[in-house]
């Protein structure tokens, strides 16, 4: 048991309950910190309120942001890769923790726009990585009727007797080249600013795009922006995550050399999956930062703000809710951490555990965000207040990457498909 000469106030650290930290870990999420809050969210609070169209034009804030995180190192592709897995496991959260409490859709549009980059570095061929490796990208998956079709890549959850519905994007070899036509969804993050595209699409290697069980074939394909064929639509404008500027890409005999295809039709769902197993990880720690956001602006407004005479903190519903919002916090962290130790350990990585936390985090997320407005009451409606803006980006994690009821059914899938190779059945 544990025994005290007096009572003592809790040391909470940035996140809370923090345990035992080194000082490396310490600095990168003070500096991580520092960066969110001086330059992401004065950015992220302009770009918000910005046309769509005007956030990513030549005189947007959204380059003074991606000048500054490229300056701060804070992403380093060649440090991470040097880490150890239980140094990814450890470090990457801090930093996306901190980075997504700065703002999530500025987080989220960093990160996918080093997919890329990640893709290139993986394939160990110097002339890819000479070809994207310094380029900024964006992850093309979705396309016009295949969002959840794509998460449920090889059509286990297809109506009994049919199959997916046939995408408009396709690719196909011709002699030493890819050729690639079609359009993806307006849904892909980063494209608007894009020089760069990690492609999953769908194959047809002369018999079709469809394998026998109705799943379509597909392959991923690194996909330069300066060739002929590649155009881009207008930037998406929508409710949340604003400052993550989204937009559809439009292929029209797009020609790539066949080296390219980093991921083939026997590739394809596989690589896919991994992409996705990260995405959902990243998605988990990064709205336990919001949430926490959310926490952090309620914890300040409550002892502030006058009601029945007094600080509403002192009123005891008031601390109860805030209390059951700050254990959600705990819980959301807590569960995404565990995934992160799970992802890099010796067991994983594996879409179910990713999609465990990213499910419910955000689903949580939006909860706390929720009750971080019923405490400022009309105030949190208000612009002039940042909680409306941090609801709507919780409310769009739910849907991003992965629409979280196709992602239960995929995970609980992966659970039955589990407890039946452990019994024999």
Known sequence: MFEFDEVPLPKLGLTGLEGVMSEEELAIQGMAHRFAAEVMRPIAEKLDKMDHEAAVAEDSPIWEFLEKIEESGLLDLAAIAGMSNEEKARIIPIIFEELAWGDSGLAMGYLVSKFPAFAAYNTGDAEIIERFGHLRGCWAATQPDRGCDLVDIEASECHPGERQGRGNLVARIEGDEVVINGQTSAWVSGAPIAQS?????????????YNEDGSHKYVGILVPFDIPGVTKGKP????????????EIYFDNARVPLKYMIADADQGYSSFFGALTFANMEMGISFTGVARAALDHALAYVHERKQGGTEIINHQTVRARLFKMHQKVEACRAMAKRVFDYNYGPNGPHLLASATSKTYVTDTCVEVCSEAIQLFGGNGLTREYPLEKLFRDARASQIADGENNMLGLKAATWLSKAYKDKNGL
């Open 236 to 247: 998406l404008d929508k409710m949340g995550m604003r400052a993550l500027c989204q937009g």
């Open 197 to 209: 595209a990690l492609l999953y699409s769908q194959f047809d290697d002369g018999d079709g795009i």
